[in-house]
């Protein structure tokens, strides 16, 4: 069984190899970096830290093993007046000559912050040979954080955000980076993408801060702003289908597109609920399954399948799931079903 769970000093290690799957600004294949994120869970799980600064990293640990084999993560806040979340508007810019009859509808990028920023999703993770197994460990991995939020409702922004990976070259460099960003800071992607991971300030003080056309970017160029990359499609599919959208916005770096939605009309939240657990022998594979979550006294989450009824507000699990989530029968849970 997996159990999604915060994280421990102890998980430190297997999360990096964990992050070299993905090694991204929010997640990067670094001890000294994993470390301060972990920290930094431990004390916005305990409300140690003010709502704002509070990020959320869940670790998925196979119980058979003890194995951390996946992650995601929570910032309760991405962009503030200390440090500004700064992306890429992307805008149209109409022209017409009457003399020569010519029209042309330029795509444009505007450098831009936000100093109260959206809720944003990060950080997840799941190990490829878990992939596609028939367990829905990646959904179980994504979603929890949807209804964590429902949870929490209140320290979370009215809007999310969730910065997708656009296609990159087989070396792991991004075209945008080396037709714009390099010409402008004189680094490399790997030297600015390691910066970027500790402070962003050289983007903001030596990016243009003028319309920059695209039209003088190569073809090859224009055609990766705002795509996401083949690995990352599937993560576009489901959040659009639980109400998120293309933003206009993609990342400075790399001109990966932004996907955002209003915290309340995303799905998920709208349909997470509490109920009273239940003991039932089994449930099959033509029954419902949910996320299920708890915090007594940690978050505890898993996916299954259940049982809902026969009484409204009670949600049947096995023997094996109550034990999961350290709960007995008739506790209170949440739940959510996808």
């Not at 640990?61 to 440090?83: C, F, L, N, P, Y």
């Not at 319309?211 to 489901?238: N, W």
């Amino acid at each position: 069984m997996f159990v999604i769970r915060p994280p421990r000093e102890g998980d430190i290690a297997a999360i990096v190899e964990v992050a070299r799957h993905l090694d991204s600004v929010n997640l990067p294949a670094s001890e000294s970096h994993i470390r301060t994120i972990v920290e930094l869970a431990e004390k916005s799980f305990s409300e140690e830290l003010p709502t704002e600064d509070r990020e959320f990293l869940m670790v998925l640990e196979d119980r058979d093993s003890g194995r951390v084999v996946g992650t995601s993560m929570i910032h309760a806040q991405h962009g503030k007046r200390r440090s500004p979340h700064v992306y890429f508007q992307v805008l149209k810019d109409e022209r017409y000559s009457h003399t020569i009859d010519h029209y042309f509808r330029h795509e444009c990028l505007r450098l831009a912050y936000d100093y109260d920023g959206p809720t944003e999703l990060g950080g997840l993770i799941l190990l490829p040979e878990l992939r596609g197994n028939g367990q829905r460990l990646g959904t179980l991995l994504s979603y929890v954080r949807f209804l964590y939020i429902a949870m929490h409702r209140g320290w979370f922004q009215d809007e999310i955000l969730c910065e997708l990976m656009p296609p990159l070259e087989s070396d792991g460099t991004s075209k945008l980076w080396k037709h714009l960003g390099r010409r402008f800071t004189g680094l490399t992607y790997q030297k600015a993408d390691l910066l970027s991971k500790d402070n962003k300030e050289f983007i903001s003080a030596l990016f243009p801060h003028s319309l920059i056309y695209t039209a003088l970017f190569p073809d090859e160029v224009r055609d990766v702003i705002g795509e996401v990359g083949a690995d990352t499609r599937g993560v576009k599919k489901i959040l659009e289908r639980i109400g998120f959208r293309y933003a206009n916005q993609i990342d400075p770096f790399d001109g990966g597109p932004h996907f955002k939605a209003a915290t309340d009309d995303i799905t998920l939240i709208e349909n997470s609920a509490q109920g009273k657990t239940r003991l039932i022998e089994s449930a099959d594979g033509s029954r419902p399954w949910a996320i299920l979550a708890t915090e007594e006294p940690e978050l505890r989450a898993l996916g299954c399948r259940v049982v809902l009824g026969p009484e409204p507000g009670t949600i049947g699990i096995t023997e094996a799931t109550h034990r999961a989530l350290g709960v007995n029968e008739g506790d209170q849970i949440w739940y959510v079903l996808p």
